[in-house]
């Protein structure tokens, strides 16, 4: 069945580093969607990307499609401590519902 | 608007026991499902519903069953808990099927099974 794999699993940084977690899949996606997960909260809807090598920002927040349309990534600029929680990437199964990734634990060091 | 509303938060059971962990959407959204959450293993698909009176198995759906009689409520029900559905359960809507909708998730219940 379809499945992603991200990486890393964990990321510690210091508050104001760059932190980027990646998604992976060994076939086309035709979408992905990234979700983020607040520590004891519940999943919630962050972007849809669709398009080959599509670049969407919201405000510190980079998400990229490769050019395959076969991966993802999602990177922070200058991390603050708001931005801690689990970061999801989710793609389409054959029966149209959502696969998640394993997730990053994002933790960011005042 | 509510969004996606779950009940109970918590709850403890013990092997054997039955119990049904409540979903409600008030968003008319046709499409519904459950997810299980489990440290290390992210969201896992149990059972998701496209509509009223329709239901169909995820992922992971041995031991648990849904219905939807009506387009707000998509109860989950254990039928004969065991430790090993120790888990956080998500109850998640969308405007229609989930791989190109926002997905719209309920806060969780946490249940532990002894």
């Not at chain 1, 991966?71 to 970061?87: E, K, P, R």
């Not at chain 2, 054997?16 to 896992?44: F, I, K, V």
């Not at chain 2, 041995?62 to 998509?74: A, I, K, L, W």
Request: contains cysteine; aromatic residues 10%; charged residues 15%.
């Amino acid at each position: 069945g379809q499945q992603v794999m991200q990486i890393p699993q964990y990321q510690h940084v210091q508050e104001g580093e760059d932190f980027t977690t990646y998604c992976n899949s060994s076939t086309t996606l035709s979408n992905i969607q990234w979700y983020k997960q607040r520590p004891g909260g519940h999943p919630v809807f962050l972007i849809q990307l669709v398009k080959s090598g599509e670049v969407k920002k919201q405000k510190r927040l980079t998400f990229q499609f490769g050019e395959a349309k076969k991966n993802s990534s999602l990177h922070i600029t200058a991390t603050q401590t708001t931005d801690v929680g689990t970061y999801f990437c989710a793609c389409p199964t054959g029966a149209n519902n959502l696969f998640f990734g394993t997730g990053t634990r994002l933790t960011v060091i005042p | 608007n509510a969004g996606v509303t779950q009940t109970p938060k918590f709850q403890v059971l013990k092997t054997g026991q039955s119990m049904t962990l409540q979903c409600a959407q008030d968003m008319n959204h046709e499409y519904m499902s459950w997810y299980r959450q489990d440290p290390g293993m992210g969201l896992r698909l149990i059972h998701y519903s496209v509509g009223a009176g329709i239901t169909d198995q995820g992922e992971v759906p041995n031991g648990y069953n849904v219905s939807r009689s009506t387009t707000e409520d998509f109860p989950l029900r254990l039928l004969s808990a065991a430790p090993s559905q120790t888990s956080v359960y998500f109850c998640a809507s969308s405007q229609t099927q989930g791989a190109k909708d926002t997905q719209y998730f309920g806060p969780g219940t946490r249940l532990t099974v002894l």
